[in-house]
């Protein structure tokens, strides 16, 4: 156990470049990885109900001590991100299928990777996690309706098959994960140090099956997706960051809305467009896994930089007068 604590570890430290082994190996061998995309449903459910396990009944109290500081940050997420995503496709006219995906990727949730940035910014891990808990049990109503209402210009959505697709994905596996803690607490503490491991595997996995059937795609539109969802991800982080301060909020808390706003649940976003609208809509999300990965870092360490930085301006003396 001790060793796959180190590997888990050493594996989730360096996702983003085993993502990005794995996103080339599968866009240059596609036979490699294609085996991947129909199994990329249950890989999400896998991630969930790891998330599920981490959170206990008691973590849902924290969205209630602060339901102002939680109400600013969902309503950020499902108004910067939605419209963000609209304008970067009408701007760059992308194709139906690329839109649709963009748009998928700004009206998903946030996604847990951004609870684990906020703690390496030195921000408000309880606002981050209540933020992504709030977002993820509202977005079987708000991402299909979001969805429905920006990308009904480019295809036909099915507002009531997302809904139960992303009840299935999202909400069972993380209830099931939940009571599996509650029950079997101690079996799940012996398991709870390698779900890391388990986790950056299904989503490895997930992007890997979408790069190797939508590779040809990839290779033709590569770098316009790699602008658009650059473009997606930065300006979240900047205007999470920009509407927190607007709103009073400390240093603390605008880094938590900022990175929760900036990172998205990206495997959900391609989870749903493999069902709902063919392999070339899943690959913004598949992209965005990638890049928000490595971009999330960077703001983290840019970020935690910054409080030090005030923080020894608030510690040197003030000249006398």
């Known amino acids: 156990m001790d060793f796959l604590e180190k590997v888990s570890a050493f594996i989730s430290k360096y996702m983003a470049g085993f993502v990005l082994i794995v996103a080339a190996a599968a866009l240059f061998e596609p036979a490699s990885f294609k085996w991947a995309a129909p199994q990329i449903t249950y890989l999400l459910g896998i991630v969930m109900l790891g998330m599920g396990m981490t959170l206990r009944l008691e973590d849902f109290r924290l969205v209630f001590q602060h339901p102002k500081d939680v ?3 969902a309503v950020c997420q499902f108004t910067i991100m939605p419209g963000l995503a609209w304008l970067l496709a009408m701007a760059f006219q992308l194709p139906p299928e690329l839109a649709v995906g963009v748009i998928l990727v700004g009206t998903c949730p946030g996604g847990t990777s951004s609870n684990v940035m906020t703690y390496l910014a030195k921000g408000d891990v309880a606002l981050s996690v209540s933020i992504t ?13 979001l969805t429905w209402w920006l990308a009904g210009t480019w295809l036909q959505v099915s507002l009531l098959a997302m809904m139960i697709s992303i009840f299935k994905v999202v909400v069972v596996p ?6 599996l803690k509650h029950f079997f607490d101690s079996l799940v503490q012996q398991c709870i140090k390698v779900l890391p491991l388990v986790s950056v595997i299904a989503i490895v996995l997930i992007v890997g099956g979408v790069v190797a059937v939508s590779a040809k795609t990839i ?16 300006f979240g982080y900047l205007l999470g960051y920009l509407a927190a301060k607007a709103l009073h909020m400390n240093l603390a808390k605008q880094k938590a809305v900022a990175i929760e706003v900036g990172m998205q649940n990206s495997g959900l976003a391609t989870s749903l467009a493999m069902v709902h ?15 928000h990965n490595i ?4 703001m983290a360490n840019y970020l935690a930089g910054k409080m030090e930085k005030e923080a020894e301006a608030k510690q040197e003396p003030q000249p006398q007068s």
């Open 71 to 73: 109400f600013i940050g």
């Open 133 to 145: 808990m709030t977002t993820t049990i509202l977005a079987p109503v708000i991402t299909p309706l």
């Open 174 to 179: 993380i209830v099931l994960g939940i009571l």
């Open 219 to 234: 290779r033709e539109t590569g770098l316009l997706i790699m602008l658009v969802v650059m473009c997606h991800n930065v």
């Open 277 to 291: 609208f063919g392999a070339a809509a899943a690959i913004p999300g598949a992209v965005f896994s990638v890049w």
């Open 295 to 298: 971009s999330g870092s960077l």
